[in-house]
């Protein structure tokens, strides 16, 4: 089994995109080889979704009045979710930034 969390986090995003769809190509042809990737580049999964060996998973959240909600359950498919600029107005960054 091979794990693998945010591959080419420190590069730029079309890059990390790039390089990341190539290294999972190449990973995929092993064979009896079973890796897990943690990412949040959700391009990846549109470049490899006609892959019959390879599945997506993500983590359910929801949003209910400005709070996230985590299922804790694997679903199936590719998250659509963007929840970066919710977590940055629900900490108080977006506002104390206005009132600068």
Not at 48 to 76: C, G, M, W
Request: negative net charge; aromatic residues 8%; charged residues 25%.
């Amino acid at each position: 089994m091979i794990l693998i969390d945010e591959l080419f986090k420190g590069t730029n995003q079309e890059d990390a995109v790039k390089c990341s769809t190539v290294v999972i190509e190449g990973l995929r042809k092993l064979p009896n080889a079973l890796f897990v990737l943690s990412t949040h580049l959700y391009e990846i999964g549109h470049n490899l979704k006609h892959h019959p060996n390879i599945q997506f998973r993500y983590f359910e959240t929801a949003v209910n009045d400005d709070q996230l909600v985590f299922s804790y359950q694997l679903k199936e498919g590719i998250s659509n979710d963007r929840l970066g600029y919710l977590i940055l107005k629900r900490e108080g960054v977006v506002s104390m930034l206005e009132n600068l």
